[in-house]
Nanobody
Framework: QVQLVESGGGLVQAGGSLRLSCAAS????????MGWYRQGPGKQRELVAS???????NYADSVKGRFTISRGNARNTVFLQMNSVKPEDTAVYYC??????????WGQGTQVTVSS
């Protein structure tokens, strides 16, 4: 069973930075796509950023230019660098991995709170 463990969440002031990590029990390259989603209070879960096996990235309009998704040198870790954070970035952030024919896997989530 694939396991995804997020870390790096916490409390940060508006304008600050935070880096989230997602450690997978298998190589990140074994998945077609890995991504970060978030769910704010009273909101639906939404895509924040994703990266496919080829390294192509995709971002929600609300985070373009501020957040960066990347794979670590260890190959089983995906990061989300969050810069210039805003109070509206407050949410539980989830790591997701997708593998065709097998489906998707989710982590337990990590809380990010941005104070104004």
């Amino acid at each position: 069973q694939v396991q995804l463990v997020e870390s790096g969440g916490g409390l940060v002031q508006a304008g600050g930075s935070l880096r989230l990590s997602c450690a997978a029990s298998e190589s990140a390259l074994s998945f077609d796509v890995m991504g970060w989603y978030r769910q704010g209070p009273g909101k639906q879960r939404e895509l924040v950023a994703s990266i496919n096996r080829a390294g192509s990235t995709n971002y929600a309009d609300s985070v373009k230019g501020r957040f960066t998704i990347s794979r670590g040198n260890a190959r089983n870790t995906v990061f989300l660098q969050m810069n210039s954070v805003k109070p509206e970035d407050t949410a539980v952030y989830y790591c997701k991995a997708y593998r065709s024919l097998y489906g998707e896997y989710w982590g337990q989530g990590t809380q990010v709170t941005v104070s104004s």
